[in-house]
């Protein structure tokens, strides 16, 4: 764990597709560093374990009862990694009232954070723009589906090596294209690709990336 002077500020937006590496990388930051983690994606995916609750009825209203009533413990919740819920997860992603909604959680965990990371799909272009440090990780179709039938078995759901990648790709494409804040690559983002790197490599690679960061501001740590 590196310890940062109580003096230091610093946010960084961790963007990607699905299984790409920022999940893990972004905890591995955060715990490194001692920053406040938050994955947004958890957010829509609780939204959509509170639908299919409610037997897939919702509106303005109850999303946005659901998004007052989100703590970080919730989101610690197994039942999110559901395939149900994901595939749902990504259907409402598209709705600009789901979005609004959890925005404005989003906001108000990186606004009482001193040091901070989110991790989504539009956190660098449209959550925290101000990042000081934006980073776009990328992973091949291949490896991004073994990581992810990986989770699925471990979470006892049956599923084959094909039907993943299929979901990958097809979830990948629709937020690339959605016209409400698709998943894009911003100018000043650090491209990382985590195809070839073990868990210790990418730790490396991304503590260096932040050390150097946050030199770059504020001189040595």
């Known amino acids: 764990m590196i310890k940062l002077n109580k003096k230091i500020k ?3 937006a961790a963007d990607g597709g699905g299984a790409s590496g920022k999940t893990t990388g972004s905890k591995l930051i955060a715990k490194k560093f001692k920053m406040r983690f ?5 957010l829509y995916r609780f939204c959509a374990l509170k639908i299919l609750q409610n037997k897939k009825i919702y509106n303005v209203k109850f999303i946005n009862k659901v998004a ?8 610690n919740n197994k039942q999110l990694y559901n395939p149900e ?12 009232f789901v979005r609004r909604a959890l925005k404005s959680f989003q906001k108000n965990f990186i606004k009482k954070s001193r040091l901070v990371i989110v991790e989504g799909r539009d ?17 091949s179709i291949n490896e991004k589906a073994k990581r992810r039938l990986k989770e699925f078995k471990n979470l006892n ?6 039907q993943v990648k299929k979901a990958l790709i097809q979830r990948d494409n629709e937020d690339t294209k959605r016209k409400i804040s698709p998943l894009i690559m911003t100018k000043n983002a650090v491209l990382v690709d985590t195809t ?12 260096n990336l932040v050390k150097k960061s946050i030199k770059s501001k504020y001189g040595n740590l």
Do not use: H, W, Y
């Open 10 to 12: 610093f946010k960084i």
């Open 38 to 42: 938050l994955s947004s994606g958890m």
């Open 68 to 75: 007052k009533s989100i703590t970080l413990k919730k989101l």
């Open 85 to 96: 819920v994901a595939r749902l997860s990504s259907i409402i992603s598209k709705k600009l």
């Open 123 to 139: 956190i660098g272009s449209k959550i925290m723009p101000e990042a000081d440090l934006k980073i776009f990780f990328t992973c």
């Open 157 to 162: 759901n049956k599923i084959s090596l094909n």
């Open 196 to 207: 070839k790197l073990s868990l210790k490599q990418m730790e490396a690679k991304l503590t």
